[in-house]
C-alpha cells in the first residue's frame, strides 16, 4: 500500500523467555526484525538490563506483528538513547504537507522532535493538533460533561493550589481529592481538613510535589484536581478517526493474546482487586455511553482524531468518562489490534487518496 510506515520498538535487543511457548507468532515477527534479540527473564525483580516484561514486550510487537500480516511497509527507526511516549503535542513529529501519508507505530522520542524523522512524512491523525486535542481532555466541555465529576486545572503556585483544594472542599469538614499531573509524572490522592492551610497539608502528603513546583514555577495547568469517585468495570476504547473499532477491559496482566471479541467482555469489577470476569451487559452499557461520547467529542474536535476513551461505572452504575489519551500513550490489554490496524490502514489510505 502507499504510505510510509514508521515502527519503534521498545527493547529490541531482547524478548521474555517465555514467548516461544506463549507468543510464538509475535516472537517470529520480533525475530525476524531484530535477528539478535536474546531471551530474558520476566521477573522485575531483577535489573532493568537483565529482565524483559512479557506484557510490555507483547504490547509492542503485536503492533509490528499486525502491520506486516497487512503488507504494510514498516520502517524500523534505528534505536534511540532515549524513549518518550508522549502525550505532549510539542514533542510530537511535524508533518510535512505534500509528503506521504503514513502512521507512527510505537513510540517516539523527544530526539525524533528535534532533529526530524528520518522520511518526510504527514501523519493523519496521528500530528502534534490530534495529540493535544486527546491531551488537553480536561479543558473539553463535552468531556466535562460525560465525567461525573469536577475537574480542575491547577497553575505551579501554592495560592492556586489552595483556591482549588477549597473550592472541591467546600462546605465539608474533609474530603480526598485526586491530584494528576497534566505531564503525566505523577498521581496521588491527598486527604484535607479545613481549619488550616490545604496546599500545606498536600505538600506534608505527596513527597516531590513541592519540587514539581519550585521547576514549573509560574507554568499554567500543571496539575489536574479531581473529585475522588468510585470507578467499577474500568474499560478502554480505541478511537479511529472518530469512530470506535476495538476496546478492552482495563486489565494490567491482560495483552492482545487475550483477546476474545472486537470488544471483549472480559473485565475487573475493581480493578487489581476482583477476579476477571465476562460481563458482556457492562460492556454493552459502556459502548452505548461511548458510542454518544464519541459523537459529541467529534462535533467538538473534528472527526479526524485518533485516541482511546477511559470508561467506568460509578457507585450508581452509570458510565462516565475516566481519561483520553493519544493512541500512542495507551496499552493494549485484550483489544483486538487487528480492527485497530485496518482501521488505521483505512484511514491513511483515505487520506493519501484525498
Known sequence: MQGIYLYRAFNRDRYPETAPLRAPDYLATWLEAYPDA?????????????????????ENVVLLHEA?????????????????????????????????????FGGWSTADYLYGLPVPISLAGQDATAVDAASDYAASP???????RRMLFVDATSRDLERVLAEILGD??????????????FSAIAHVVAGSSLADQVFEQLDGLDLEFVHYEGDRRLLLAQDVVHCGYEYRFFVVDGRLVTGAGCIEHHTPLDN????????EPVRNRCDVGSFPDVR??????ARTFVEEFAAEH?????????????????????ELNPPLNCGRYASDV??????????????AAA
Not at 142 to 148: K, P, T
Not at 302 to 316: E, F, K, N, S, T
Open 260 to 267: 476474545r471479541e472486537v470488544f471483549d467482555p472480559q473485565m
Open 142 to 148: 463535552v468531556f466535562l460533561r460525560h465525567a461525573n
Open 68 to 104: 506486516r500480516k497487512r503488507g504494510i511497509d514498516v520502517q524500523l527507526l534505528p534505536q534511540a538513547p532515549y524513549i518518550n511516549v508522549s502525550s505532549s503535542g510539542w514533542q510530537t513529529p511535524k508533518s510535512v504537507p505534500g509528503a506521504p501519508v503514513g502512521a507512527m
Open 338 to 351: 487487528g480492527a485497530w490496524m485496518d482501521a488505521i490502514v483505512a484511514r491513511t489510505e483515505a487520506a
Open 302 to 322: 473534528g472527526r479526524h482524531l485518533d485516541y482511546c476513551l477511559d470508561v467506568a461505572l460509578d457507585g450508581q452504575g452509570r458510565s462516565f468518562v475516566i
Open 38 to 58: 536474546q531471551p530474558m527473564r520476566e521477573h522485575r525483580r531483577f535489573r532493568e538490563d537483565q529482565h524483559c516484561d512479557f506484557e510490555d514486550w507483547s
Open 172 to 185: 465539608r469538614a474533609e474530603t480526598d481529592v485526586f491530584l494528576k499531573s497534566v505531564k503525566k509524572e
Open 284 to 289: 454493552d452499557r459502556h459502548l452505548a455511553f
